[in-house]
């Protein structure tokens, strides 16, 4: 499900660690993959995490700094 | 002419399933999921890659996203997400360069590398080099990625070896062993021998690979009408004849419409994003053009095409833009296009460039170079023409199939 909500990221040694959207913490089990593209001279960080329960894929935009959440599944079809 | 008795030192790798693979790297809960990327997620959509577990069910490349449905009704079906793509492709490529420089990205998922002479056999076999980068890629690009590599004297071969164990394969055809697996492979297991190939060769009496190896060059000749005979059997005998790069001779881009669209003006948005994303790539690579192709499929299955040759050469997207409309005119479309492609040919590198006295020089040279500056800095499409501006779902970011051409470059544009 596409999100792109502003949200805040944990990061320990530049891998995140939690998540807080909508004033609830998702801690993060585990990171699938972490790439990396540019818009022009903007590089974004994406890390593609999973929670217990979630699929997350968190944005960060090296410019502003600046964390999106834009995708969220729920663990399952 | 026997087997070539050198050792291998070629060797070949392909991502598994590489799209879907990737995917599921990333989203550890879609691992061991019938799963696959497709062009679009409508029904009609086609499958670009399968999981290995959507593979199991009979769900392959190719098929219609409804198909696969009704196999599996289940599947889940993801967009393609070429960012991603391309950043595996290049961390794969540094690996492969810690080991040697004479590599090449025969496609996305493709690597073909040659380690003779290179100090990383000094204390290791290619099969023990081959393990390492497995780990490698296990370790620097993800767990879940796997790789099929074959190793041959040559690269036709080591694509063979590939192919016989999928995923994670890792096979090698050589002297000692080069029998045994032709006697195990049908012809069609050959890339680039698919049914019409294999009937010309059953008309000359070759039904098996061993056949196809042990046939004298001219008989081989015979099946092919052509010197593709000769070819054909110093290929299977381990000799390189498949090393040569092509000339880049053209660029293009081209989309497959999932709308409805058949008019002049609803087509012209498209040809004109297509256009600025091949005049782009033309002078990212220091080249004019001289000619503009148009081509287009209907959804009926017909086809039309044209080029056209001008006196003076092009590079700016509005001037190639101009003739490609020209040429949009005359197709004059009045039923629905499945697929428009326009590229440019007849080529001129700037440094070798030589102007004409009389030649038109280009309008808006300045205007070009400051709006590709922009685009660089603020990203693709930030300035472009008017025109485009209602293209923009029409024509996505996408990875061309098998091509290598617009891997050209790359590196360059990634972090």
């Not at chain 2, 087509?267 to 081509?295: M, N, W």
């Not at chain 2, 004059?332 to 296009?337: A, D, I, L, N």
């Amino acid at each position: 499900m596409t999100v792109n909500e502003k949200v805040t990221v944990g990061m320990v040694d530049n891998v995140p660690k939690y998540v807080i959207w909508k004033g609830q913490s998702h801690t993060v089990v585990k990171i699938g993959l972490h790439h990396t593209f540019r818009d022009g001279k903007t590089m974004h960080h994406i890390f593609s995490v999973t929670s217990s329960t979630l699929f997350m894929r968190l944005n960060l935009n090296s410019d502003n700094l600046i964390w999106t959440l834009e995708e969220i599944e729920n663990n399952g079809f | 002419m026997d087997f070539n008795s050198k050792p291998s030192y070629v060797m070949l790798m392909d991502i598994n399933s590489c799209f879907a693979t990737i995917e599921q790297q990333a989203n550890p809960f879609l691992r061991g999921r019938p799963i696959v990327v497709a062009a679009y997620t409508s029904a009609s959509g086609a499958i670009l890659a399968a999981s290995y577990e959507a593979k199991k069910l009979g769900i392959k490349t190719g098929m219609r996203v409804a198909d696969g449905k009704s196999i599996c009704p289940s599947l889940k079906i993801l967009l393609p997400d070429p960012h991603k793509y391309r950043f595996v492709h290049l961390k794969l490529a540094k690996i492969i360069s810690e080991y040697t420089d004479d590599f090449a990205a025969k496609s996305i998922d493709e690597f073909v590398l040659n380690l003779k002479d290179y100090p990383a056999l000094k204390n290791k076999s290619m099969q023990g080099v081959a393990r390492q980068i497995k780990e490698k890629i296990k370790t620097e690009i993800g767990e879940w990625i796997t790789v099929s590599i074959g190793i041959a004297p040559n690269r036709y071969l080591a694509k063979i070896a590939a192919n016989i164990k999928k995923p994670d394969g890792l096979v090698e055809i050589n002297k000692d062993n080069f029998l045994e697996v032709y006697s195990k492979l049908k012809l069609t297991d050959l890339t680039g021998i698919k049914v019409g190939n294999a009937r010309r060769l059953n008309s000359m009496g070759i039904y098996t690979v061993l056949d196809f190896y042990q046939s004298p060059i001219w008989k081989l000749k015979a099946a092919f009408h052509s010197i593709t005979g000769l070819y054909w059997h110093t290929r299977l005998r381990g000799y390189e004849i498949d090393k040569e790069e092509f000339k880049r001779r053209s660029y293009g881009n081209s989309v497959a419409i999932g709308r409805d669209v058949k008019t002049k003006a609803e087509l012209s948005p498209i040809l004109a994003r297509l256009t600025e994303k091949t005049a782009f790539r033309l002078r990212q690579a220091d080249y004019k053009a001289r000619g503009v192709h148009l081509a287009i499929v209907y959804k009926d299955g017909t086809f039309w095409h044209k080029g056209g040759l001008l006196q003076y050469d092009l590079e700016s997207s509005q001037e190639i833009f101009r003739v490609a409309l020209n040429l949009l005119s005359i197709a004059s479309p009045k039923k629905s296009v499945r697929n428009i492609a326009v590229s440019v040919f007849s080529l001129v590198k700037h440094d070798s460039y030589q102007p004409d006295l009389f030649e038109k020089v280009s309008e808006n040279k300045d205007l070009t170079k400051a709006s590709d500056l922009i685009n660089k800095k603020w990203g693709d499409f930030t300035l472009h023409l008017g025109r485009s501006l209602l293209s923009k779902s029409d024509v996505k970011d996408r990875i061309a199939f098998g091509g290598v051409k617009e891997l050209e470059g790359l590196q360059s544009r990634q972090p």
